[in-house]
């Protein structure tokens, strides 16, 4: 035994329990490498459960970076929509305005068009990943076109 009492022999390639440490009675154990190298307990499985850990942390950041290119692909895809609306709008055209939402947006998406004067805004609202994300809108607001004034 070591002067320090940790229950390691001499580097021959064993690694000495005492019966205190294990519980039971002084088990004599293989040094991992061996070989005249300082060596370790067999690992019993730990570097298996690390991998595991280190997969799991893997595929939880690729999954976030996922979401975030579905958001950011979802919010362009409604400010599209939301300005096409608004334009569409802004003429008097509201069945126009709905199936430019229903093109250019997720489905799904929502369409509100409100207005006071001659100011419309018009917001177009969808949830990436079909609802699993917070919702993401797109707002536009434009002048209303005086009648008979259409390019």
Avoid: K, N
């Avoid at 690992?43 to 579905?70: N, P, R």
């Avoid at 939301?82 to 003429?91: I, Q």
Wanted: glycine share 16%; charged share 20%; aromatic share 2%.
């Amino acid at each position: 035994m070591d002067p320090g009492g940790r229950g390691h022999g001499p580097r021959t390639g064993v690694v000495v329990r005492p019966a205190w440490a294990t519980g039971t009675e002084t088990r004599i154990e293989p040094l991992v490498g061996g070989g005249g190298r300082s060596g370790t307990l067999a690992d019993g499985g730990s570097v298996t459960v690390e991998a595991a850990l280190a997969m799991v942390a893997v595929v939880l950041v690729f999954t976030a970076c996922l979401s975030g290119l579905a958001v950011m692909s979802t919010s362009l895809r409604v400010q599209d929509a939301a300005r096409e609306a608004a334009r569409l709008s802004a003429r008097g055209d509201d069945d126009g305005a709905r199936s430019a939402v229903d093109r250019l947006a997720p489905p799904g998406s929502r369409l509100q068009v409100s207005g006071d004067g001659d100011l419309l805004t018009v917001q177009v609202t969808a949830g990436p990943l079909r609802g699993l994300l917070p919702d993401v809108y797109g707002r536009a607001i434009v002048a209303r076109e005086a009648d008979g004034v259409r390019s």
